[in-house]
Structures are given as structure tokens and as C-alpha cells.
């Protein structure tokens, strides 16, 4: 038995759902842990596509149990509409479970987090829009509406006339909006009710019956370490803690359950949004990784900036989620370059730095300081093995390893499951991988 923690280890849009789908095969269960449909998960099986926002990866698998848990935000209609094509694909949602205490994302949240985004003008964050942040601030301000709410009509009816009433002297005078009327918006939510009452539990407890079970657990993050809203580049975030300590909070269990989190990083580096960005490139290599990766976010479809790998942000990372193994995705995006670089330590104002700055304008400052690889320059899209790749791609996965002093457990070359080189099972496998943190196969 193990429970496994998988995050991001950049800024997002690592890869996450591929490599939550592929652990998936071993889990019993998978609990995504924060965020909302602010997150994409993309997962290709069989030449079929599914983009996830809110349901766990391993629904693709039918014996493999779902918990949406307390820590993200829900917003009803959007997972209304994903259960229904999911369904409409021949997926059984059946082994779906909502915990009663997630937080659900009103119409109110939307409208306020439009407005105010649009407001911050040249100061904008970068956010979806999706109401994720709002909803996550009624939370700690205890003026939200949970899933236990949203299922009791009575319940929903008070929470829900009160709010409306609260929010819309907000929506009239500071954003000039028209206001929402209450009854509306509880004849709307009434119908989202009965149609996720069925799926909403006691989640935590369901949780601490699998670990009784000594069932195999999957705790599945959205969203990246540098998006943390704690630890990441504030203000340019995202409302919750992608980072593993976050699982605790957001499924509900203690950390003493927890036997290894893996951290997920691409073979180069990517950034949805607003926020400083040192190894972005703005020329043609950009536009290849771009190109060539399809970078373009799940959930807004706004194209990602690229840049080359940068192992300050990946050791802080390392820190920051205690991971002790990694997957490299999208190795196969470098296959056609001559060239690779690595950022290995930046400079700032003259002096070197090899630690992430969390002073904001400092890292604004960082010039990535380079090692140069040679590319290999012929795919790797058909390896399936360590000795499959060429002898450069595997040097440079050894100087990633090095870098990052964690070992390698999965490389991922394209977008399909079969597409993967699993180096070590981070469920079933021994604690350690072939790759190690020195670079040599062991």
C-alpha cells in the first residue's frame, strides 16, 4: 500500500493529468485536493481526448474511486456539464464522490472576479475569470456556501438570500453590475442540487476508510508549486496551496498517511498569466516549444509562454513539496533542437543567486545564468525504455536529476499513456529510482 502525492513543480500545466491517469492504473482511489475549473487536466487514451476540470484523472478507470475533496471549489454547472460528456463518452461516473464541505463558486464570484480583473488594468494577475479566487475569499471571510448547503433546499434558501443581498451592494456600487436576484439564483442552484446530491459525502471520512483499508491513495494537485499562494510568485498566483502540504488540508487527512510525493516538470519551462518569468523566450525556439507542445491552457485556451528548464525554480520545488522522485513530460517538444539550455543559477544585479527569491521585485531582476547541452536531433517518441533514447536526451535527463538532487521515475514523450518510459513505479516500486539524483542508472 502507498499514498502518493503528485503536484506540479513549475507553474502549472506540467502534465499532471497524464501522470494522475497513468498512477491511476495502481490507485484505489484519487482525491483531487484544491483549486476549481480554474484547472486543466488533459488526458489522451486511445487516440481520445478528455480535458478534465474538476473530476479526478482516475475516473477514466471504472473500478477507481473519485473524491472531489473539501479543499477545492466547485462550480456546479461546470461539473454538471463535465460529468455529462464524460458520460456521453461512455465513462461511468458512478464511483464519483464530492465532499459536502467543498465550497461552491456563485454566480456572484464569477461576476466579481470579471470586473475586478478588469479593473487592475496593467496591474492584472492573469486569472481565468472562472470566480475561483472570490469564492475562495467568502470561504475565509465564512461567508460561503458549501456543498451541505447547496443539498439542503432549506439550507440553500436561507445561505443563498442572505449572500445575494450581501454581494449585491458589491456588484451595484463598486463595479457598476447589475444586481442578481436571490430567487433566481436558488431556482438555478435548486436544479444543480438534485442533480449532485447523489454524489456528495462525508469525504474525509471516506478517505480514512480506504487508509483502514489499506487501499492505495492518489492525492492529485492542481495548478503548480510556483502558483501557491503561500509560496509561490505572489501576487501572481492562484487562491489555494498547490503544494504538497496542501493534500493534508484539502482531503482532510494527517500528514503521517502520506509514503512519497512525486513532482511533475517538463522538459522545458511554461506560464500562463501575468508574472515575471526569467528563461522565457520570446524568439523562434519559443515559438517551436510552443508550437511543437500545443501550449495552449486546458481551461481558457490562452496560448503558454515557453522557456528553457530552470532548476532554481525546480530545487525550490524539491524543497518546498519534500518530493522525492520526479516526472519529465514533453521530452519529445526538444527532439528537433540543436541546442538545449538548462538554467542552472541566476544573476541579480551582478551577484549569483542559486535560490528562488520570494521578494517579488527581486525575481523580477533574475537574468538565468545557462549550461548549454547538445540536442539529439531525432525523435523519441516511439522510446519506451531507458537505452531507447538517444545517448544525449538521456544525458540531459541525468543533468536534470543531478540538478534537482531528486531522482527520475517517469519520462513522458507525448501525450498518450503508452507514450512513457516508467523508469519506477512511485506506487508499487521500491522507494528509489533507476535514474538517481547523481545521474547514473543504478
Not at 461552491?104 to 487592475?120: F, G, N, S
Not at 540531459?396 to 536529476?401: I, Q
Request: glycine share 10%; net charge negative.
Amino acid at each position: 500500500m502507498a499514498n502518493v502525492i503528485v503536484i506540479g513543480a513549475q507553474w502549472g500545466d506540467e502534465g499532471k493529468g497524464k501522470v494522475t491517469d497513468l498512477l491511476s492504473r495502481s490507485a484505489d482511489v484519487v482525491v483531487r485536493y484544491q483549486g476549481g475549473v480554474n484547472a486543466g487536466h488533459t488526458v489522451v487514451v486511445q487516440g481520445q481526448t478528455f480535458k478534465l476540470h474538476l473530476i479526478p484523472s482516475g475516473i477514466l478507470y471504472p473500478n477507481t474511486a473519485c473524491i472531489i475533496g473539501s479543499g477545492t471549489v466547485i462550480d456546479p454547472q461546470v461539473l454538471i456539464e463535465e460529468i455529462d460528456r464524460l458520460e456521453a463518452l461512455n465513462v461511468d461516473t458512478s464511483n464519483l464522490f464530492i465532499s459536502q464541505t467543498a465550497h461552491v463558486t456563485m454566480p456572484y464570484h464569477r461576476l466579481i472576479d470579471q470586473a475586478a480583473e478588469d479593473k487592475r488594468g496593467d496591474q492584472k494577475i492573469g486569472t481565468t475569470k472562472r470566480g475561483i479566487g472570490p469564492t475562495y475569499a467568502d470561504k475565509a471571510d465564512r461567508t460561503g456556501i458549501r456543498m451541505l448547503d447547496l443539498i439542503d433546499p432549506d439550507g440553500l434558501k436561507e445561505r443563498c438570500e442572505w449572500t445575494v443581498n450581501y454581494k449585491n451592494p458589491v456588484l451595484e456600487k463598486l463595479y457598476n453590475l447589475p444586481p442578481l436576484d436571490p430567487q433566481a439564483v436558488i431556482e438555478q442552484y435548486s436544479a444543480y442540487a438534485d442533480r449532485l446530491r447523489p454524489f456528495v459525502v462525508d469525504s474525509s471520512l471516506k478517505i480514512a476508510e480506504a487508509v483502514r483499508e489499506r487501499h492505495n491513495i492518489l492525492f492529485e494537485g492542481a495548478q503548480g508549486t510556483l502558483l501557491d499562494l503561500d509560496h509561490g510568485t505572489y501576487p501572481y498566483v492562484t487562491s489555494s496551496n498547490p503544494i504538497a502540504g496542501g493534500a493534508c488540508v484539502g482531503a482532510g487527512v494527517g500528514p503521517t498517511i502520506i509514503d512519497r510525493v512525486i513532482g511533475v516538470a517538463k522538459a522545458y519551462t511554461t506560464r500562463v498569466g501575468e508574472g515575471p518569468f526569467p528563461t522565457e523566450l520570446n524568439g523562434e525556439v519559443g515559438k517551436i516549444l510552443g508550437d511543437i507542445g500545443a501550449e495552449f491552457g486546458t481551461t481558457t485556451g490562452r496560448a503558454r509562454r515557453c522557456g528553457w528548464f530552470d532548476a532554481v525554480i525546480g530545487r525550490y520545488a524539491v524543497r518546498i513539496n519534500g518530493l522525492d522522485c520526479l516526472a519529465i513530460t514533453k521530452l519529445d517538444v526538444l527532439d528537433s533542437l540543436e541546442e538545449i539550455k538548462v538554467c542552472v543559477a541566476y544573476e541579480i544585479d551582478g551577484e549569483t543567486c542559486h535560490h528562488f527569491p520570494s521578494n517579488a521585485a527581486l525575481f523580477s531582476k533574475c537574468q538565468p545564468i545557462y549550461k548549454t547541452l547538445p540536442g539529439w536531433q531525432q525523435s523519441t517518441a516511439e522510446c519506451r525504455h531507458l537505452d531507447d533514447l538517444p545517448k544525449q536526451a538521456l544525458d540531459y535527463l541525468k543533468f536534470l536529476a543531478e540538478l534537482m538532487e531528486v531522482p527520475i521515475a517517469i519520462v513522458s514523450l507525448g501525450a498518450s499513456r503508452d507514450q512513457t518510459i516508467i523508469v519506477e513505479d512511485p506506487i508499487h516500486g521500491p522507494k528509489r529510482a533507476l535514474l538517481n539524483a547523481n545521474g547514473d542508472p543504478v
